[in-house]
């Protein structure tokens, strides 16, 4: 089965800074991936995805991810941090086998953005 | 306005009681989902159905049963409740251009 490691479970950054958000999985075949965004109490709200073609992936609110199947990794990154990034993130892939697909998580990052 | 709609948004239970968690999809999806969130845990797949009529077991099916009642609604029973199974419970549908829609969640406690 595939699995997703998300390195870091807080990272905490200074408003302005790189945001680096650590992903990596496992597969034998190349997996469709996904970053989703949790505020406070909130649901989940998807932020970009991978499924083929450019590696680089561009989503919402300025956040970027680079699918490296080499290092079988999935980093999500920002130039800058704002205040209102502050949330928690998953890293997810999809299984699929057959026509049954679904999503596995990573347990989450916890993203901390000090004034 | 499209999307997933959970019922209801919270819920006390004590141990040994029963409930049902609804939810529905107006975006004609084929395949539901339903996932826990626990702290450090991530989501975890309780139930899946790939289509109506089918259901499959997620990584942590125990305690929980599924319906898919038609295209639209997909519920999750807990029989007897217990105290593990406090949680925050998610519905989700996809669609076959990879998009996944949560739902808002139901905030469970069991005691």
């Known amino acids: 089965a595939q699995s997703v490691t998300q390195l870091g479970s807080h990272v905490s950054v200074s408003e302005g800074a790189l945001v680096l958000l650590r992903c990596n999985y496992s597969s034998s075949v190349p997996p469709y991936l996904f970053w989703y965004v949790q505020y406070p109490n909130q649901g989940l709200q998807l932020l970009l995805k991978y499924t083929t073609g450019a590696t680089l992936v561009k989503g919402i609110n300025g956040f970027e991810a680079e699918f490296k199947k080499s290092e079988t990794s999935f980093h999500l990154t920002k130039p800058s941090a704002h205040m209102s990034d502050a949330a928690e993130y998953f890293c997810a892939v999809e299984n699929s086998g057959g026509s049954n697909y679904k999503l596995t998580f990573g347990k989450g990052t916890l993203l901390t953005v000090n004034p | 306005n499209a999307g997933v709609t959970q019922t209801p948004k919270f819920q006390v239970l004590k141990t040994g009681q029963s409930m049902t968690l609804q939810c529905a999809q107006d975006m004609n999806h084929n395949s539901m989902y339903w996932y826990r969130q626990d702290p450090g845990m991530g989501l975890r797949l309780i139930y899946y159905?790939?289509?109506?009529?089918?259901?499959d077991k997620g990584e942590v099916p125990n305690g929980y049963n599924v319906s898919r009642l038609n295209k639209r609604e997909f519920s999750l029973r807990l029989e007897s409740a217990a105290p593990s199974q406090t949680s925050v419970y998610f519905c989700a549908s996809r669609d076959r251009g990879l998009g996944y829609t949560f739902g808002s969640g139901t905030r469970l406690t069991v005691v």
């Open positions: 159905s790939a289509s109506e009529g089918t259901t």
